[in-house]
């Protein structure tokens, strides 16, 4: 494989690296979750900001950025060595707000243009916000570019950030501390990802008394070598007094000399550009297959919450399907208006036809010409959408229960508006499953009396064999009804169910048992429907989530690819 | 100790009512609302507790700060010793360091603090006790570690002791004061705090004198956007001494009114109040005031018997009940005729538990409105809890109702009458033609006294039957009665008062809060 080839199958595996890392979603929770979005986020600004833009522009001058605590004179330093006033300074923290990249105006062309930190808007004046502001300036050394940045560790959190940002573009770190803050440490952790880059650190030890210097910076040199760094200058600075503004020259001359010498040698500038490069695809490589492990754990747990859902429906849905079954929705009202009704003999008078005595008549027109099987009907539609509603009541809360440990936090309690309008919903469509059931029991009435033409025109009869048809099917589509529950329960479900086919048998002259098992069936599949669009819901909600396997794949595919040809980009 | 009124206006009775109300209101909590946050609050309460019952005149003044900030070199100014290590290595205190002025009651509390002998120090032990170590008599005075250094077991030491110390003195220094660990780990939680803290600029000799006014600006700026706008700011320098006795005079004022570790006390317990409150909501429970609570449980009721299908039981149980008593009451014959009326083996019809549930999942949405996450979720769960008992009672409950009820004594007797006057009249007829009975009146004995007893018998039947009738019906309507009344009874003793309690724990809390936060 040529190397140009491998260099652009590079760039093409970085840049899907960097698509599938700003795909991912991690929305749960989890432990460990807030430090894997971090982390993703700074890899994607990591190969937007830094890498792709170097590895496409390996001439372009160094990235020098002056990084360190709050206090630590960073702005001073970057003043110092330039020996101009470019960036301001104070006794008020955090000072430098815009970050300030000072190069010299023969290297315009690379930091004009969004070449260098393509993502930081440019302003070039004094405009605050989170703006780049460029500052041409001949004291500035060719091919180097000083970048005074943000504390590390502002009160602001907007700064940190971008310091972060800024430090994860550099192609050498310029670290300034200082004798009251070099053990703090949020610069450490700082350094530590320095460490683990390889990123070029030189560290200077600034606003130090002379008389301590020696034991400060013994103890900086310590602390640098156990950490890691012991190849890094270190430089210091005494603290001294400002000669026009700025440090004098004799302070920040070491400093200034090595820079330039850095600057001016193009391979030991291209030898310090490629560590931090290939430093920084290394952590990449590694930081994305840690993003897929908190990805991957978060899809298993998406995964998990799929699974509660379908145990949850399954268990809910089979207690359901078993009622209708066993016929236990045959109960309390319902039971009861048919009891009274029986009493009375009026499914008798359904079943053969008889008109109502004069005497009922009579009261059916003085109390508004109420069908007699009015209040059955009623206690049926009532029975069948209350146990739709508990269906999906028990359903909803099994689920709740589940994820409450599979996504904890994820799923909020409802509150008391939303879960009533939810009830209020599952209530309308239970109803209408419901009265679509009942219309369906009158017809199958009405098209098995059909054949003989008898009944059409008599609508009080029709809905009332209707309403004694729903009596035996929700006792079960079995003729006797299996039952369950205590003796006399039982007992008084089948003889109602009993009664129930007899007066059909009466009524239609044929076998009741097909229409029951039909409109008993009918229930079932009403109930599964239900409970389906419950669960269909459910599982919407996990799917908005948005955490997929192959996210997880193709972060890791493009990371391997990363990781296999980075050793032979060496070489360019 | 009560009287004293000063800086935070606390008094020592209501710092311990505010205590209790925090203990009252995690009792409520507990099992409720989120465990952590109870548990938290439970420790904490408790240490609160302790501090009270530990040396009131004595004040415990921890200065916490930066490694570099000169804590450890305020500390020296301020006990007027080379104590405590001072030095250019980062960082320097390893340990909290302790200074009492009058030692002899602070043994418990340095104890209690955590500190041990070899690192304390007494002042007034000394030989050098003068008019100024008299004045500082009740200090208890800490020197932490740093927080922000690369030693993490500093951060723990610090983050242990500044819950324990009555007042906080936070160093700060030039290059150090807008540290993101110092403002959002320290300074933020404890915005309830002000009252208890100090904030020291530290090494204000190193900022030219025209810009001091311009950084003391800009720290006040940070601390009021920490919440701390109560908290006083003082500028010092151990080194060349400026401001140490506006800080020593400001520590004095404080040790003498004598309340930092109540004014502490009640600081901590109005974070922990606030705390447990955005965990568990104070919202007023605006479904359980007695009239709205009172409909809802009336609509269960009627719900619930509605379930049941109780509603119409008792019509039919009539039928039965009456059919039963006409039966005994009545003429033998007649009564067996009767039979094929209507059925009188009324049944048990179950509770539509569908129903029920959602009955009871209303009551709980009525009664708990306004409640908020846990608290919801705890009387829902309370309600569903009892449900399985309900429908047990409810069961029992129409058994009951369906049982048609026995007719009264008196029926059976009407009953036996009329067999027995049925019997006589047979026996006159018998006597009549068998034997020779004596002459009645100019009619024979025997056709007379059959005469009788079947015009008393045609009399006395549907006498009878009226009787018994109106007998089943009163009967019958005491019965409905006692149905209804069981059913509420069951509906009481189960849910309502499931959710009734889990309603007193809401308005303990409620209180409890309220108290602890002194509103």
């Given at each position: ?59 372009a ?29 104070g ?6 707000r ?42 500035a ?29 550099a ?87 090595w820079?330039?010498e ?7 500038r ?48 089979g ?18 208006r ?12 359904w ?24 209040r059955?009907?009623?206690a049926?539609?009532?029975?069948v ?12 809360d ?7 440990t ?46 003989d ?27 006797g ?34 229409l ?19 669960r ?37 | 100790?009560t009287?004293?009124?000063g ?6 009775d ?30 904490a ?105 690369t ?56 900022v ?21 706008q ?57 479904g359980?005031d ?26 039919q ?21 009767r ?10 019809t ?63 007797a ?6 027995l006057l049925?019997?006589a ?27 009788v ?16 009738t ?23 003793e ?23 936060r002194?509103?």
């Open positions: 494989m040529s190397e140009s080839r491998a260099f652009a199958e590079l760039v093409s595996a970085l840049i899907r690296l960097r698509q599938s890392l700003d795909d991912v979603s991690l929305p749960l929770s989890a432990p460990g979750a807030d430090e894997a979005r971090e982390a993703r986020r700074t890899t994607v600004d990591q190969l937007e900001d830094y890498v792709l833009p170097r590895l496409l522009q390996i001439d001058p160094l990235l020098a950025v002056v990084g360190g605590s709050t206090g630590a004179g960073k702005s001073t330093l970057v003043n110092g060595l330039v020996r101009a006033e470019v960036t301001s300074t006794v008020l923290r955090p000072t430098t815009a970050p300030v990249l000072v190069h010299h105006p023969d290297d315009a062309y690379w930091f004009t243009a969004d070449r260098i930190l393509p993502d930081l808007p440019r302003s070039d004046g004094d405009a605050a916000g989170p703006a780049l502001r460029l500052v041409p300036h001949p004291g050394p060719r091919g180097l570019a000083l970048l005074d940045a943000p504390d590390v560790d502002s009160v602001d959190r907007a700064n940190r950030d971008l310091a972060g940002a800024l430090l994860g573009a192609d050498l770190w310029i670290f300034v501390t200082s004798a009251a803050r070099y053990a703090d440490q949020v610069p450490w952790q700082v350094l530590a990802d320095a460490a683990r880059r390889s990123t070029a650190v030189a560290i200077v030890l600034d606003r130090t008394d002379p008389e301590d210097a020696a034991e400060v910076r013994g103890h900086l040199a310590r602390m640098l070598t156990a950490r890691g760094l012991k190849d890094s200058p270190l430089f210091s600075v005494p603290e001294s007094a400002m000669v026009d503004g700025l440090l004098p020259a004799s302070t920040v001359e070491p400093v200034r000399g820079l330039d850095l600057a001016g040698d193009t391979a030991v291209g030898t310090v550009v490629e560590r931090s490069l290939l430093g920084t695809l290394r952590t990449l490589v590694y930081t994305a297959h840690q993003v897929a492990d908190a990805v991957s754990q978060q899809v298993d747990a998406v995964q998990a919450m799929r699974a509660d859902v379908q145990t949850a429906h399954a268990e809910v849905s207690r359901s399907v078993d009622a209708v079954r066993t016929g236990t929705l045959l109960r309390g009202p319902v039971l009861a048919w009891q009274e009704l029986v009493a009375g003999s009026e499914p008798d008078r079943a053969e036809g008889r008109r109502a005595g004069i005497r009922d008549r009579l009261s059916s027109v003085v109390r508004g010409r109420q069908r007699p099987s009015t059955l009907e009623e049926e539609l009532e029975a959408s209350a146990a739709l509603v508990e269906a999906s009541a028990q359903l909803s099994e689920v709740a229960s589940r994820w409450a599979s996504a904890r936090g994820l799923v909020a309690e409802p509150d008391a508006t939303s879960r009533a309008r939810s009830t209020r919903e599952l209530r309308a469509r239970a109803g209408a499953h419901a009265a679509a059931w009942q219309a369906s029991a009158v017809a199958l009435v009405r098209s098995a009396a059909g054949a033409g008898s009944m059409t025109g008599d609508a009080d009869r029709l809905a009332g064999l209707g309403a004694v048809l729903q009596v035996a099917a929700l006792g079960g589509p079995e003729s009804g299996a039952g369950s529950g205590s003796g006399t329960a039982v007992a008084t479900r089948v003889r109602a169910v009993e009664e129930a086919r007899d007066v059909l048998r009466r009524a239609l002259d044929t076998d009741p048992g097909p029951v098992t039909r409109l008993a069936d009918e229930l079932r599949d009403r109930t599964r429907a239900s409970l389906a669009a419950d269909e819901q459910r599982l919407a909600t996990v799917a908005a989530l948005g955490a997929e396997t192959h996210h997880v794949e193709s972060i890791r595919e493009a990371a391997r690819t990363v990781d296999d040809l980075r050793p032979a980009s060496g070489a360019t | 100790m009287g004293v009124e800086v935070t206006g606390v008094s020592g209501e710092v311990v009512e505010r205590l209790d109300g925090l203990h009252a209101a995690v009792e409520a909590g507990r099992g409720r609302v989120d465990d952590d946050v109870v548990t938290d609050a439970t420790k309460a408790e240490r609160a507790r302790e501090r009270l019952r530990l040396s009131a005149s004595h004040t415990v003044v921890a200065l916490a700060g930066a490694t570099g900030s000169g804590k450890s070199s305020v500390f020296n100014a301020l006990i007027g010793l080379d104590l405590a290590a001072v030095g250019v290595k980062r960082p320097t205190t390893s340990w909290a360091t302790a200074c009492a002025w009058d030692p002899s009651g602070a043994a418990d509390l340095l104890e209690w603090l955590g500190v041990p002998a070899r690192h304390q120090v007494s002042r007034m032990s000394m030989l050098d006790t003068s008019a100024e170590d008299l004045e500082m008599e009740g200090l208890v005075l800490l020197d932490l570690p740093d927080h922000d250094s030693e993490v077991s500093h951060h723990l030491e610090v983050d242990r002791l500044v819950q324990y110390a009555d007042l906080i003195v936070w160093v700060l220094d030039p290059q150090k004061y807008a540290d993101a660990a110092l403002h959002e780990r320290y300074l933020r939680p404890h915005a309830t705090h002000a009252d208890v803290m100090f904030a020291v600029l530290n090494q204000v000799d190193r030219a004198v025209p810009d001091r006014q311009a950084a003391m600006d800009d720290i006040r700026r940070l601390l009021d956007d920490d919440g701390l109560a908290i006083p700011l003082l500028a010092t320098s151990a080194a060349n001494g400026d401001g140490m006795p506006e800080l020593r005079r400001a520590l004095i004022d404080r040790l003498h009114a004598k309340e930092a570790a109540r004014a502490r006390v009640a600081a901590d317990v109005e974070t922990l109040a606030n705390r447990l409150a955005d965990a568990g909501g104070v919202e007023a429970a605006t359980a007695e009239t709205a609570a009172g409909a809802a449980r009336e609509t269960l009721v009627g719900a619930v018997a509605d379930a049941t299908g109780l509603a119409t039981t008792p019509r149980v009539a039928r039965a009940t009456e059919g039963h008593a006409r039966r005994v009451a009545g003429w033998p014959p007649l009564a067996m005729l039979g094929g009326g209507p059925r009188s083996d009324s049944a048990v179950p509770v539509d538990e569908s129903r029920l549930d959602g009955a009871v999942r209303d009551y709980v949405d009525a009664v708990g409105a306004g409640t908020s996450g846990a608290w919801a979720a705890a009387l829902r769960r309370a309600a569903r809890d009892r449900q399985p008992e309900l429908v047990d009672r409810l069961t029992s409950a129409t058994a009951d109702a369906t049982r048609a009820a026995a007719p009264p004594g008196w029926c059976r009407l009953g036996a009458l009329q067999l049925a019997l009249a047979v026996a006159a007829v018998v006597w009549q033609l068998v034997g020779s009975p004596p002459e009645v009146g100019g009619l024979d004995g025997g056709w007379a006294g059959a005469v007893a079947v015009v008393a018998l045609l009399v006395l039947a549907p006498v009878a039957g009226a009787l018994a109106a007998a089943a019906r009163s009967g019958l309507r005491e019965q409905a009665g006692t149905v209804r009344r069981g059913v509420a009874s069951a509906v009481d189960t849910v309502v008062a499931a959710v009734g309690a889990e309603l007193a724990a809401y308005a303990a809390w409620q209180r409890g809060l309220s108290a602890a002194g509103t």
